[in-house]
């Protein structure tokens, strides 16, 4: 979306539509990998839900940014967590806070880390799966590229879950989670 300044990392209107869609479906706490215009909609709708909403942000100067218009529209229920990545070994993600967390979530938005850090954005599943509940579903952007396609393949097998491919300008993928899934 024009207008933020990352128009290369921005996640088009059918990506930001679903979303939207999705957080007015869901039934508790959300996850955001990444931030940015998509931070302050699922904020103002979990808010108005009166649920919380965690998004995971490595680039200080980015997190910095989304937390003033976080704090002009005071969407208090936001917790824009400034998580470094760490390297897991096989795979680099966010250092999330996991102690303050929830114990589920019922909605995680997947646009982050970036496609550069090592394994992509796989390390969501292996760090976050047991906070995943019953129906849990993940939107992944960026499935048209190669490794987010690959990694959303993986997730479905290691999540037990159904993977559909939307959005025919960007393609994202849709994940569900039919059980919970196991550590």
Same mark, same amino acid.
């Given at each position: 979306?024009?207008?933020?300044?990352?128009?290369?990392?921005?996640?088009?209107?059918?990506?930001?539509?679903? #979303?939207?869609?999705?957080t007015?479906?869901?039934?508790?706490?959300?996850?955001?990998?990444?931030?940015?215009?998509? @931070?302050?909609?699922?904020?103002?709708? *979990?808010?108005? !839900?009166g649920?919380?909403?965690?998004?995971?942000?490595?680039? &200080?100067?980015?997190? *910095?940014k989304?937390?003033?218009?976080?704090?002009?529209?005071?969407?208090?229920? @936001? +917790?824009?967590?400034?998580? &470094?990545?760490?390297?897991?070994?096989?795979?680099?993600?966010?250092?999330?806070?996991? *102690?303050?967390?929830?114990?589920?979530?019922?909605?995680?938005?997947?646009?982050?880390?970036?496609?550069? @850090?090592?394994?992509?954005?796989?390390?969501?599943?292996?760090?976050?799966?047991?906070?995943?509940?019953?129906? #849990? +579903?993940?939107?992944?952007?960026? +499935?048209?590229?190669?490794?987010?396609? $690959?990694?959303?393949? !993986?997730?479905?097998?290691?999540?037990?879950?159904?993977? @559909?491919?939307?959005? $025919?300008?960007?393609?994202? $993928?849709?994940? +569900?989670? *039919?059980?919970?899934?196991q550590?």
């Amino acid at each position: 979306m024009q207008g933020w300044g990352n128009e290369e990392w921005s996640g088009l209107h059918e990506y930001l539509a679903a #979303c939207i869609a999705r957080t007015l479906a869901s039934h508790g706490p959300v996850l955001e990998c990444g931030s940015g215009l998509s @931070t302050i909609l699922i904020g103002a709708i *979990a808010k108005s !839900r009166g649920y919380r909403h965690w998004a995971l942000e490595d680039n &200080p100067e980015w997190a *910095a940014k989304v937390q003033r218009y976080l704090d002009r529209y005071r969407l208090d229920g @936001t +917790v824009l967590s400034l998580a &470094p990545l760490k390297d897991y070994g096989d795979y680099g993600w966010y250092d999330p806070p996991l *102690a303050s967390m929830p114990d589920q979530f019922s909605l995680v938005v997947c646009d982050g880390p970036p496609g550069t @850090t090592k394994g992509g954005r796989y390390g969501l599943v292996p760090i976050m799966r047991e906070r995943f509940g019953q129906g #849990c +579903v993940l939107l992944l952007d960026d +499935v048209a590229r190669e490794d987010e396609a $690959a990694i959303a393949k !993986r997730w479905q097998i290691e999540l037990d879950s159904s993977c @559909t491919v939307l959005g $025919a300008h960007k393609p994202y $993928a849709e994940l +569900v989670i *039919a059980k919970p899934a196991q550590g």
